[in-house]
């Protein structure tokens, strides 16, 4: 049985996701965007056969299952699924709106960290648990881009390299433009036993886009974009192997390379939905939490402010303790 989507907003990623959908079964039924001859163009180019003028409008369809958008609260409100672009929301006291919204209405909510959902990932997570390369003992990533836009896909990984586990301490340098963007950063995380992550990421100079996983018995590099994994074993024989993931070819030109992946967490989704689940094993809400507490501590240790983080009466949430369950701690 597909899964009926609804779209919210008819840019380029919402262009990539419904020709990454196209891979899997057909399952779009409505798009929706501010303008409505906007979604009427994006509608006819995709064969979707609902438009709307308004986001409003597809909150209110009863058909729809999901809904892939960047903005999630007026959909949660509305007890509508959905799949939220990351990064799931600017800072932390966002994030927890979203995910008490979803509490409270008894609705799935996931964030599209879609690397997450790749198959390199999910063998990754294999091995980690049969502990082929030992204890992890360091974990590297280097990337493209700014915090929230590539740096968030480094700081995740790290959180799946070691399940979820909260960092004792995090140190952050970096370098911002005139703008206040910040144009290079590095993030050190340090867990405990000894175990260390070293994220670094740039808009500035092109950088390998790789990571490593170090263990006490082997190493697991993992090439960009995320489809090409090696493994060597440090024991014994000294394996050694290399594995690589393919994707289907796109029916239509992709505006971001490789966005057919994104059939793997559209896919995720789906299985969640058909299992009554209202969040993915995944990528979990207290990941998506976490993460966020991560990326407002680096950004606080850098200089970058958002205009989200400007009012005073706004809580404010800590790396430690937890509030319903949640790892957050509001002062």
């Known amino acids: 049985m597909a899964t009926k989507w609804g779209i919210c907003g008819a840019g380029k990623i919402s262009h990539d996701f419904v020709v990454a959908m196209r891979t899997l079964s057909p399952g779009v039924m409505a798009v929706a965007a501010r303008k409505l001859e906007d979604a009427q163009q994006f509608a006819k180019r995709h064969g ?67 690397s997450r959902c790749f198959p390199v990932y999910r063998e990754i997570s294999r091995l980690l648990m049969q502990d082929i390369v030992g204890e992890v003992k360091m974990v590297e990533e280097l990337g493209g881009g700014v915090l929230l836009d590539i740096g968030v896909y480094c700081l995740q990984f790290v959180l799946m390299v070691f399940k979820g586990e909260r960092p004792e301490s995090i140190q952050a340098t970096g370098v911002c433009l005139d703008t206040g963007v910040d144009e290079s950063m590095v993030v050190v995380l340090k867990f405990p036993r000894n175990r260390m992550a070293v994220c670094g990421f740039s808009i500035s100079t092109a950088l390998p886009n790789d990571a490593t996983i170090c263990g006490t018995m082997g190493t697991i590099r993992i090439g960009l974009p995320y489809f090409r994994m090696q493994l060597q074993q440090l024991t014994g024989n000294r394996n050694f192997s290399e594995t690589e993931y393919t994707l289907p070819e796109p029916a239509m030109p992709l505006n971001f390379t490789n966005s057919t992946g994104l059939r793997y967490e559209a896919e995720e989704v789906r299985q969640c939905l058909l299992n009554g689940l ?47 369950g949640w790892p957050l701690t509001l002062i």
């Open 48 to 114: 979707i056969p609902k438009s709307y003028g308004s986001y409003e409008e597809l909150a209110e369809d009863q058909e729809i299952d999901v809904v892939y958008l960047c903005v999630g609260l007026l959909f949660l409100h509305a007890r509508r699924n959905v799949l939220c672009e990351k990064p799931f929301a600017m800072n932390s006291r966002e994030v927890h709106q979203l995910i008490t919204a979803a509490r409270k209405n008894n609705v799935f909510l996931m964030e599209g960290l879609w």
């Open 278 to 324: 209202k969040e993915s094993s995944r990528m979990t809400l207290a990941d998506s939490a976490m993460l966020t507490e991560i990326m407002d501590e680096a950004r606080r240790q850098v200089g970058v402010v958002f205009s989200q983080d400007a009012d005073p009466s706004t809580p404010r949430y800590l790396l430690h303790g937890a509030i319903d």
